[in-house]
């Protein structure tokens, strides 16, 4: 997949429109559907997104995601796309739709088709969303698709619902959400190194400050070293500074500093606390594995 943050001229697209924070369920629909458009009529596809949440144009803060940048291509790529196009918000955010549709998506793109979501809006005032998108599907040729919500349990899965889940620790929900795992990347750095002195050697990351905060606590995770229980949050017990995602890998005592990995979560176990003596909480550490 190439990437671009620039308009280019690229004819005969078929393209997904959207931000896709996330790339959730309902967004992969979207995505599949430009994809398999184009595979069907010998095209290539084309997801025409923005670098940042419109959110942080206008409102001068931009929301807690749920992938990071690099996270969410990566998930643009495993769906088949062929471009990527990450454009500045600002650049186009006082276009009207019909301006939008006329000198960006048709000029740049002429699209042989335009899949998007059933709630998506677009142009200065949203003044544009599916039925002008239909409307105008026989003026500028193009095949329109909008496709319907998807849901899980009859609540529909949206970006929204996905950070309200993961900021109250309902990760197994969120993940069915999600359509994979909620997941961190990251270089694994030197923290204190007490956990080996209690027996739980740990590959300390940083949590990447513009993703969703999870509720301190530990997690059942896993990595490509193996299966883990992970701690996020200050480390009471030991009187930590800042916030640390600590893993311990399961049957896993190589030396990893350096390397960047992936922690995928599974589940909440508990709440972080403070415990009395680092005897304690090697009890509850044990415990902690023995419910995974």
Not at 193 to 214: C, H, S, V
Request: aromatic share 12%.
């Amino acid at each position: 997949m190439q990437i671009f943050t620039e308009l280019t001229k690229n004819p005969n697209l078929s393209i997904a429109l959207g931000y896709f924070d996330g790339v959730h369920l309902g967004h992969q629909a979207v995505i599949k559907n430009a994809v398999d458009f184009a595979r069907k009529n010998g095209e290539k596809s084309a997801v025409i997104t923005f670098s940042d949440h419109p959110c942080c144009y206008f409102w001068g803060v931009c929301p807690k995601y749920i992938l990071t940048r690099k996270e969410r291509e990566e998930k643009i790529a495993e769906l088949g796309v062929d471009y990527l196009y990450e454009l500045d918000f600002e650049s186009i955010s006082g276009l009207t739709a019909e301006d939008y549709l006329k000198n960006i998506l048709v000029k740049y793109f002429t699209p042989s088709s335009i899949s998007t979501g059933w709630n998506h809006n677009f142009g200065y005032k949203k003044s544009g969303n599916v039925k002008f998108l239909a409307m105008n599907s026989k003026k500028f040729d193009y095949s329109y698709y909008e496709l319907p919500a998807q849901k899980k349990e009859n609540e529909i899965i949206s970006s929204t619902a996905i950070r309200k889940l993961l900021s109250s620790g309902k990760i197994e929900k969120a993940n069915t959400m999600l359509g994979y795992k909620f997941l961190i990347s990251g270089e694994v750095i030197k923290g204190n190194q007490i956990g080996r002195t209690i027996g739980f050697k740990t590959a300390n990351l940083i949590y990447p400050p513009e993703l969703i905060d999870l509720p301190f606590g530990v997690y059942s995770v896993e990595t490509e070293y193996g299966k883990g229980i992970a701690n996020f949050g200050t480390r009471p017990t030991v009187n930590g500074k800042g916030t640390l995602l600590e893993v311990h890998i399961l049957d896993f005592d190589n030396d990893i500093y350096g390397k960047n990995i992936t922690v995928k979560f599974n589940k909440m176990i508990r709440a972080e606390k403070k415990f009395p003596s680092l005897d304690a909480l090697k009890n509850q550490i044990i415990s902690d594995i023995n419910s995974i």
